[in-house]
């Protein structure tokens, strides 16, 4: 890509104007002795150029309703008691941290997420090597496994619920004779994070397909001719390779994890102590019309994702996108 | 052949671990009333009842158009915006980087619940609420986060020497492009794209918070007007019938590009 000329030009001239621009910016760079060297504020307005658009719009649109919420958080507002709005600090946050609700919900999603993540991610891992290897039908493999997470999440939800309703479906006798598999804590939870995992184990796939496909096939060949065994390389040669799409698998399926949603709203709905933070946030704020509370809920799912964010992209260090330390340049 | 039967019984692993719960929606859109809760995975009597049921309408056809404009138009903008801030993150050095990448992250970690008020708001004073564009943007916002995140992690393990090489070669910029660092970028590429129309295509919280009629609706939220509540409880079977049909796009979307994510493009191009 052209880093050069901003000059319009046709076709047929371009090369010559690129010459032109060229001499005349190493005429400048005689001429006064800037702090930055050209090359170097070329390449910063280019950096700016390519990210501007991208910037602008995630600024745009989502500045004032980020904004917006934080400053909901912090006052008394409730729609259905409208006149008592007020502006009470953090008041909010003492409430929700000190309701035990808040903390089962909490408890509740930590486990979905540890679980669904690890799980996923050694089934990710398979499914990848599964995916970018087979000899046999290859195109059927990845299409198929991709399905899950195609589905629309609310149908998809809709379907583990029938399957495990007792009259309806054909799973619900399958471990309890007589028993209502959603209606008990234990199993409800192991049927959500089952339905969880079916999900989005295709998303992990599909990231660690596309890293593993930068893996030089010349580097595992030398590896195997060394002696090295089936262990050894893919510890030692992919997973070095592999290292940033990991990251960005494991990081953005935790951050979405964390705010589960939609499959306990449809399989449970909430009872026997399965809801999730984003549950009962979405309960304040969109059917108990609690403004205050429901925001101060968003803001601290917001803070929890951060701080887990933060640990990730730490623990990866110079694999993390954007990181001072890129290489290769 | 051991290898091939190998890979065959993993291929039938995964394509069960897959398809199950699928199958089961199939086996519900293709039961009739009456046979539908009776609890069996194969139907006892077959009927496209359902099929017809949902085409009859202009209503879920309509929802299929705008689904199918908006997603791949989301897509389209998301990815070339999403590459060309990654190629800058990757690629470049300037102030401001790590705040970008900061940023983008703290918009995919705010809970989505809470922005979908606000939002409506704007929507509704710029007259954006119930268009194709007032879905667009915010699916292009909330997606350019994995976009550029994804497209940063690919195109750091590019070994972009090779383009040193090429022109030193003789190919001039265009060609060294276009003939070693394009191939090498589209396995990310094609990848963000395939997530980006998934997450466009499967959304409803902001398709139903941010559309009122058929001129805008997505097929999500369509399906939630089958019973005109909000909730899916009774025509189950036409809804199997309609995740059924809304699939095949995705399935053609991602047999369409699963091919470009290829094995071994960079063989031979590292040494040692």
């Not at chain 1, 007589?178 to 796939?205: N, Q, V, Y």
């Not at chain 2, 190629?87 to 918009?107: H, N, Q, T």
Request: glycine share 6%.
């Amino acid at each position: 890509m052209s880093i050069g000329s901003t000059t319009p030009g046709s076709a047929a001239t371009s090369e010559q104007t690129a010459q032109q621009t060229q001499q005349s910016r190493t005429a400048t760079r005689h001429r006064r002795k800037a702090p930055l060297s050209e090359g170097k504020r070329q390449e910063r307005k280019l950096g700016w150029l390519l990210c501007a658009p991208a910037a602008i719009v995630m600024v745009a649109v989502t500045a004032y309703p980020i904004l917006y919420s934080f400053w909901l958080s912090l006052q008394r507002y409730d729609l259905r008691f409208p006149a008592d709005r007020q502006f009470v600090w953090f008041e909010n946050y003492v409430t929700v941290l000190s309701n035990s609700y808040w903390w089962t919900a909490f408890g509740v999603t930590m486990l979905i997420t540890v679980v669904s993540v690890v799980v996923e991610l050694v089934l990710g891992m398979a499914l990848a090597l599964i995916m970018h290897r087979t000899l046999v039908g290859r195109g059927l493999v990845r299409t198929n496994a991709l399905i899950p997470y195609g589905i629309v999440t609310v149908v998809a939800a809709f379907s583990w619920r029938y399957a495990w309703t007792p009259g309806t479906g054909y799973l619900a006798n399958l471990i309890t004779p007589d028993g209502a598999p959603l209606t008990e804590r234990g199993s409800a939870l192991t049927i959500i994070i089952l339905a969880e995992i079916w999900k989005t184990t295709p998303f992990m796939a599909l990231l660690l397909m596309a890293g593993l496909a930068l893996v030089p096939d010349d580097l595992l060949k030398a590896a195997s001719m060394d002696g090295a065994s089936w262990w050894q390389r893919f510890t030692k040669v992919m997973l070095p390779v592999m290292k940033p799409a990991i990251l960005v698998a494991l990081l953005f399926r935790t951050l979405d994890a964390l705010r589960v949603f939609d499959n306990i709203y449809v399989l449970t709905a909430g009872a026997n102590e399965t809801s999730s933070v984003s549950m009962i946030a979405y309960n304040n704020l969109i059917r108990g019309l609690n403004l205050g509370i429901g925001s101060t809920m968003s803001v601290l799912i917001f803070i929890t994702v951060a701080i887990i964010a933060f640990i990730f992209v730490k623990l990866f260090g110079t694999a993390a996108p954007g990181s001072s330390d890129d290489g290769r340049r | 052949m051991p290898a091939k039967l190998k890979w065959g019984v993993l291929d039938a692993v995964v394509i069960v671990f897959a398809l199950i719960p699928v199958l089961w929606i199939m086996s519900l859109s293709f039961k009739t009333t009456a046979t539908l809760t009776d609890g069996n995975f194969i139907p006892r009597e077959w009927t496209l009842e359902n099929y017809r049921t949902i085409f009859s309408t202009d209503q879920f056809v309509r929802a299929l158009i705008n689904s199918i404009g908006i997603a791949l138009i989301a897509t389209l903008i998301a990815v070339v915006l999403g590459t060309m801030a990654a190629y800058a993150i990757s690629r470049l050095d300037f102030p401001g980087k790590s705040l970008l990448v900061g940023v983008s992250l703290l918009i995919a970690m705010f809970p989505q619940v809470s922005l979908v008020s606000p939002l409506f708001n704007i929507e509704r004073q710029t007259g954006l609420f119930d268009t194709w564009p007032g879905l667009i943007l915010p699916y292009i916002t909330f997606a350019l986060p994995l976009a550029i995140y994804t497209l940063s992690a690919f195109f750091k393990q590019i070994p972009w020497d090779l383009e040193k090489a090429a022109k030193m070669d003789g190919a001039t910029q265009g060609e060294a492009f276009r003939r070693v660092i394009a191939p090498l970028a589209a396995p990310g590429v094609f990848t963000t794209a395939i997530l980006v129309f998934i997450f466009c295509w499967n959304d409803f919280l902001f398709a139903i918070s941010l559309t009122s009629t058929e001129q805008s609706r997505t097929v999500p939220v369509a399906l939630s007007f089958f019973t005109g509540a909000s909730q899916f409880e009774d025509p189950t079977g036409a809804i199997s019938a309609a995740a059924v049909v809304i699939t095949i796009p995705i399935i053609l979307f991602v047999l369409f590009f699963q091919k470009r994510i290829v094995a071994g493009l960079t063989s031979g191009a590292v040494k040692g």
